[in-house]
């Protein structure tokens, strides 16, 4: 499995756009990359999924490079609410059988 | 239901005994998973299902822990001889089809005293 790399901790004033980098040199073929938040005591909510170029929902942007060996989410205009560990995870989602394995994420801190 | 549900929230226990964490997943969801989450640590997978069967049980840590999933829908995680060093958050995700991201559950809080 694909090991990611990623900031344990960012800080970040309301109103601000926040990019966190994820970095996974060894990405196969057959993963995706996978972003979820989590706030404290709730479950890993899912942000977005992408496998290559730019995906965007209603909540972040996902680029990812050419390469595939990193990725950046994106979250526009960040508010208190959004102070959450950001989860980056790489696996094979093609063939369904792989779960997805979580590394120690990035605390995010937006400050007032 | 709407989301996957876990019960119980919270369960103390006492070393040694056994204990029963039981998940709901999202209705029509044949892909099932359990987490296991220590204080500031990411969530540390421990099984997945698919249907009734597991399809990778290779995150157990030990023979103490198994787990259910009899008709494919509610999933039991079972401790048996509970020791402290059990105690974190239980997190049950589920998703559509194995090649979809899971959704997770609230969890249950586990505490071995």
């Known amino acids: 499995l694909a090991k990611t790399t990623q900031p344990i901790s960012m800080d970040s004033y309301e109103g601000q756009e926040v990019n966190i980098t994820c970095s996974h040199n060894?990405?196969?073929?057959?993963?995706?990359i996978t972003w979820y938040q989590q706030f404290p005591s709730q479950g890993p909510r899912f942000i977005i999924q992408?496998?290559?170029t730019k995906v965007t929902n209603e909540v972040a942007s996902l680029f990812i490079p050419a390469d595939r060996k990193s990725s950046t989410l994106s979250l526009p205009r960040v508010s208190l609410s959004d102070t959450a560990v950001y989860y980056c995870?790489?696996?094979?989602?093609?063939?369904?059988?792989?779960?997805?394995?979580f590394g120690k994420g990035t605390r995010l801190s937006v400050i007032a | 239901g709407a989301g996957v549900s876990q019960t119980p929230s919270n369960k103390v226990t006492e070393k040694g005994k056994y204990v029963e964490l039981r998940c709901d997943p999202i209705?029509?969801?044949?892909?099932l998973y359990w987490y296991r989450q220590s204080l500031g640590q990411g969530p540390e997978f421990l099984i997945y299902?698919?249907?009734?069967?597991?399809?990778?049980d290779s995150g157990l840590p030990n023979d103490r822990f198994f787990a259910v999933r009899p008709e494919g829908s509610v999933s039991t995680l079972k401790i048996q001889r509970t020791e402290r060093g059990d105690s974190a958050m239980y997190l049950c995700?589920?998703?559509?089809?194995?090649?979809?991201?899971?959704?997770f559950g609230q969890g249950t809080r586990l505490t071995v005293v």
């Open positions: 995700a589920s998703s559509l089809t194995g090649d979809r991201p899971p959704f």
């Open positions: 060894n990405i196969a073929t057959n993963d995706y």
């Open positions: 992408g496998y290559k």
């Open positions: 995870l790489v696996g094979d989602q093609l063939s369904g059988n792989t779960p997805l394995v």
């Open positions: 209705s029509g969801h044949t892909a």
């Open positions: 299902f698919q249907g009734t069967g597991a399809a990778d």
